[in-house]
C-alpha cells in the first residue's frame, strides 16, 4: 500500500509565502512523475507544477516565476515552494503521483489535500 500525504499548507497574507511537502510512504520501487494540483470552491482542479522522474520541471502560467516544485529522490518527498502568494492562489492542494510498486508496475495515487489560503 501507498500513502501520499501532503503538509504545510496554512493561512498567509498576500505576498507571504508557504513550502508543500508532499511525502509518499509505502512499498515503493520508485517515484516517477509527480504533480502537484490546486482547486478552489466551485472550480475544477487544475495542474499547478509537475515534475518528471529527470528533475524537469513545468508550471501553468498563472504561478511561473513564484512557484518552484523539488524533488528529494532518497526520501520520496516532493516539495512546492510558494513564493509571493495572491488571494488567487487559495485552494486545497493535492499531491498526484506515478508510484512504481516494481521495475514494471506504476499506479497513479493522490493525496488527501492540504488548504492554502492568502488573505489579502
Known amino acids: 500500500q501507498v500513502r501520499l500525504v501532503e503538509s504545510g499548507g496554512g493561512l498567509v497574507q498576500t505576498g507571504g509565502s508557504l513550502r508543500l511537502s508532499c511525502a509518499a510512504s509505502?512499498?515503493?520501487?520508485?517515484?516517477?512523475?509527480v504533480g502537484w494540483y490546486r482547486q478552489a470552491p466551485g472550480t475544477r482542479r487544475a495542474l499547478v507544477a509537475a515534475?518528471?522522474?529527470?528533475?524537469?520541471?513545468n508550471y501553468a502560467d498563472s504561478v511561473k516565476g513564484r512557484f518552484t516544485i523539488s524533488r528529494d529522490i532518497a526520501n520520496h518527498t516532493v516539495y512546492l515552494q510558494m513564493n509571493s502568494l495572491k488571494p488567487e492562489d487559495t485552494a486545497v492542494y493535492y499531491c498526484?503521483?506515478?508510484?512504481?510498486?516494481?521495475?514494471?508496475?506504476?499506479?497513479?495515487?493522490w493525496g488527501q489535500g492540504t488548504q492554502v489560503t492568502v488573505s489579502s
Open positions: 515534475i518528471n522522474s529527470d528533475g524537469i520541471a
Open positions: 509505502g512499498s515503493i520501487f520508485s517515484l516517477n512523475a
Open positions: 498526484n503521483a506515478e508510484v512504481g510498486i516494481s521495475r514494471k508496475t506504476t499506479y497513479d495515487y
